[in-house]
């Protein structure tokens, strides 16, 4: 259960940082088709990213594009205590614009130091409810879970997943990588996530 009213005012959800540190591809053979450093403009920004504009029924927060701030090669998701589209927290979601099937993924973020937040990496298909189908690759919460799981909303959602435990205390000022490799026939999770 989310405890929203832990969280303060201005709080940062997500520190998506630039890959400057960037990992090494999973082995040869792979292309690397898109990344963002988050040097760029808002317009920049907006051309490869969609975000969520309104409140979503099962999650206690509405998201848009305002809590999302370039910040010097940082992108910065805000949570705000504050009333919009009829929930009384707001936070930030994007998805890339561009549609991306097989391969490896990887994003490298800061969890937020508080608890009632989901600091997330997932993939998912896009069109109607009904025909979508989601990989967590990592749902972080403070101080330091992490759940995986897969959703299959095609007819009656069913889900898979677990819960990961990590360290004897929180990871305040860890920066996190997430890897993930899909392949047609199986998928396959790396040991890339880790709590520094």
């Keep these: 259960m989310l405890?929203?009213?832990?969280?303060?005012?201005?709080?940062?959800?997500?520190?998506?940082?630039?890959?400057?540190?960037?990992?090494?591809?999973?082995?040869?053979?792979w292309e690397l088709v898109f990344e963002d450093d988050f040097t760029g403009t808002d317009a920049e920004l907006d051309a490869q990213w969609e975000f969520q504009n309104g409140p979503s029924g099962h999650i206690l927060c509405s998201r848009w594009r305002e809590n999302a701030v370039l910040d010097n090669g940082i992108l910065r998701l805000f949570a705000r205590k504050e009333q919009r589209g009829g929930q009384q927290w707001t936070a930030a979601s994007l998805w890339t614009r561009e549609q991306f099937q097989y391969g490896y993924f990887e994003c490298r973020y800061r969890y937020a130091a508080a608890t009632g937040t989901n600091n997330s990496f997932w993939i998912m298909t896009r069109g109607r409810p009904e025909q979508r189908f989601e990989i967590d690759i990592n749902e972080g919460h403070f101080p330091n879970i992490v759940n995986m799981n897969l959703h299959n909303w095609t007819g009656q959602h069913w889900a898979k997943g677990g819960r990961w435990y990590y360290g004897p205390g929180p990871p305040v000022a860890s920066q996190d990588d997430a890897g993930f490799e899909w392949q047609l026939d199986e998928a396959i999770v790396t040991d890339r996530i880790r709590f520094v």
Aim: with cysteine; charged share 5%; proline share 15%.
């Design 3 to 29: 405890t929203y009213r832990q969280l303060t005012a201005s709080l940062i959800v997500l520190l998506c940082v630039p890959v400057v540190l960037m990992a090494e591809p999973p082995g040869p053979g």
